[in-house]
C-alpha cells in the first residue's frame, strides 16, 4: 500500500515568492491535515479536511495561507508571500475518518527555506 | 489548551540497553494517544497507538502505556539498537478533535 505522497520535497525562495505543496493521501482515507513543523518542536495543525470540506482551520493564517482539497483526494496548500518565518517543515497526515479513533498516517514532508 | 512535555529531550545509551521514554499531557481528556519516530529530514512514523480506555500497547520491542488519570505515558524499547537511534514523539487527540497534539520530543542515541 502506497504511503502519503509529497511534493516537492524540499523548496528555496526568497522572501514575497509564492510556494505551493501537494499531498496525495493514502487511498480510502478521507480525512487529511497539514502540520507544520518547526525546527526543534512538534508538528502543529494548520488544517483538517474530511472529505472537501476544511472542519479545522482555525490555526491557518489566513491572510497568506490558502488550501484546497478537490474531489476529496489530493490537496495543495498555498502561501503567498512566503516571510522569512515560514521556513519549517510542512508535513501532510491521512487516516480513515474517526472521531480520532484512528492513526495518522504521515508523509515525508516538505522543507521550505525562505531567504 | 492542551499541553504535551517529553522528558528527557536527549537521551545517549549504549546498545543493549532497555530504556523508557517519558510523556505528560496537561489535560487527561483524551481520545487516544499516539507514539512516532522521526529520522532527521524524514517525516513521522507511527510507532503505537493507544486508546483511551487501553493501558498499554505493545509492537515486537516497544510498549507503550498510558494512565490516562494522571496525564502521563511511557515508551519502553527493549535492548536497544543503533537503529532506534531517532527523535521519538508523543501527540494526544483531545476528546471531540482529531487534531494531534504533539511533544516537542526525545532525541535518542544508541551507541554501538
Known amino acids: 500500500e502506497a504511503g502519503v505522497v509529497q511534493s516537492p520535497r524540499y523548496k528555496i525562495i526568497e522572501k514575497k515568492q509564492p510556494v505551493a505543496f501537494w499531498c496525495n493521501p493514502i487511498?480510502?482515507?478521507?480525512?487529511l491535515y497539514w502540520y507544520r513543523q518547526n525546527l526543534g518542536q512538534g508538528p502543529e495543525l494548520l488544517i483538517r479536511?474530511?472529505?472537501?470540506?476544511?472542519?479545522?482551520d482555525s490555526q491557518l493564517p489566513k491572510d497568506r495561507f490558502s488550501a484546497e482539497r478537490l474531489k476529496g483526494v489530493d490537496s495543495t496548500l498555498k502561501i503567498q508571500p512566503a516571510e522569512l518565518g515560514d521556513s519549517a517543515v510542512y508535513l501532510c497526515?491521512?487516516?480513515?475518518?474517526?472521531?480520532?479513533?484512528?492513526?495518522?498516517?504521515f508523509g515525508p514532508g516538505t522543507r521550505l527555506t525562505v531567504t | 489548551k492542551q499541553e504535551v512535555t517529553q522528558i528527557p529531550a536527549a537521551l545517549s545509551v549504549p546498545e543493549g540497553e532497555n530504556l523508557v521514554l517519558n510523556c505528560s499531557f496537561t489535560?487527561?481528556?483524551?481520545?487516544?494517544l499516539q507514539w512516532f519516530r522521526q529520522d532527521p529530514g524524514k517525516g513521522l512514523t507511527s510507532l503505537l497507538l493507544?486508546?483511551?480506555?487501553?493501558r498499554e500497547q505493545t509492537s515486537g520491542r516497544l510498549n507503550a502505556s498510558l494512565d490516562k488519570s494522571s496525564g502521563r505515558s511511557t515508551l519502553y524499547i527493549a535492548a536497544s539498537q543503533p537503529g532506534d537511534s531517532a527523535t521519538y514523539l508523543c501527540?494526544?487527540?483531545?476528546?471531540?478533535?482529531?487534531?494531534?497534539?504533539f511533544g516537542k520530543g526525545t532525541k535518542l542515541t544508541v551507541n554501538p
Open positions: 479536511y474530511e472529505n472537501e470540506e476544511a472542519v479545522d
Open positions: 497526515a491521512s487516516s480513515l475518518p474517526s472521531g480520532g479513533a484512528y492513526e495518522q498516517y
Open positions: 487511498s480510502g482515507h478521507n480525512t
Open positions: 501527540a494526544v487527540i483531545q476528546g471531540g478533535s482529531e487534531k494531534l497534539v
Open positions: 489535560d487527561s481528556a483524551i481520545y487516544n
Open positions: 493507544i486508546q483511551s480506555s487501553q
